[in-house]
T-cell receptor, first 114, second 116 residues
Framework: EDQVTQSPEALRLQEGESSSLNCSYT??????LFWYRQDPGKGPEFLFT???AGEEKEKERLKATLTKKESFLHITAPKPEDSATYLC???????????????FGKGTKLTVNP | EAGVAQSPRYKIIEKRQSVAFWCNPI?????LYWYQQILGQGPKLLIQ????????DSQLPKDRFSAERLKGVDSTLKIQPAKLEDSAVYLC??????????????FGPGTRLTVL
């Protein structure tokens, strides 16, 4: 069964202090790895999709990378408005008895203090 | 472009009562998903539709939960009867396709259900 583990559970940074969030996964065959941002009281907001090891994608202060076992979300010089919960999800290829559904981790709650 | 719409935003009911949630996906999106998100957890897929057919409902508690997607557009999720453990946020999402590319899912704001 597909599994996703995110660490740390919570992270507190000062404005401008760069860091990384980790997403470790176990899948039978990776079709895609997704990063979402979720603000309190709102639905998840799509950030990135990564399809193969070595792939990288960037958006403003965020950069997502992918290896065969994990993904990192690097946050460079964060601002208070980057405070949110960041969710990682994996989608695997359909196998007998399996499913292509997204499996989410529990998320990392990021707080950026001014 | 309008996003995924959901209603109501909040609902409080007594256990054993019934409740229904409504979702309108992004125009043109063929695939629609219902998720349950318990506080402190990531979303868990309940049911996935492709147009108006069910693709995956393996995690839907079918003794109390039901869902339909008439005419391949709007969808409703119903719980009858509700239990205390059903207290959660119910999220609806849609995607253009099921497989890449363009299979990223876009979420609505969710319905927060409290069962007393």
């Amino acid at each position: 069964e597909d599994q996703v583990t995110q660490s740390p559970e919570a992270l507190r940074l000062q404005e401008g202090e760069s860091s990384s969030l980790n997403c470790s996964y176990t899948v039978s065959g990776l079709r895609g790895l997704f990063w979402y941002r979720q603000d309190p009281g709102k639905g998840p907001e799509f950030l990135f999709t990564l399809y193969s090891a070595g792939e990288e994608k960037e958006k403003e202060r965020l950069k997502a990378t992918l290896t065969k076992k994990e993904s990192f979300l690097h946050i460079t010089a964060p601002k208070p408005e980057d405070s949110a919960t960041y969710l990682c999800a994996v989608q695997s290829y359909l196998t007998q008895g399996g499913s292509e559904k997204l499996v989410f981790g529990k998320g990392t709650k990021l707080t950026v203090n001014p | 472009e309008a996003g995924v719409a959901q209603s109501p935003r909040y609902k409080i009911i007594e256990k054993r009562q019934s409740v229904a949630f409504w979702c309108n996906p992004i125009s043109g999106h063929a695939t629609l998903y219902w998720y349950q998100q318990i506080l402190g957890q990531g979303p868990k897929l309940l049911i996935q539709f492709q147009n108006n057919g069910v693709v995956d409902d393996s995690q839907l508690p079918k003794d109390r939960f039901s869902a339909e997607r008439l005419k391949g557009v709007d969808s409703t999720l119903k719980i009858q009867p509700a239990k205390l453990e059903d207290s959660a946020v119910y999220l609806c999402a849609s995607s253009l396709f099921m497989q890449p590319p363009y299979n990223e899912q876009f979420f609505g704001p969710g319905t927060r259900l409290t069962v007393l």
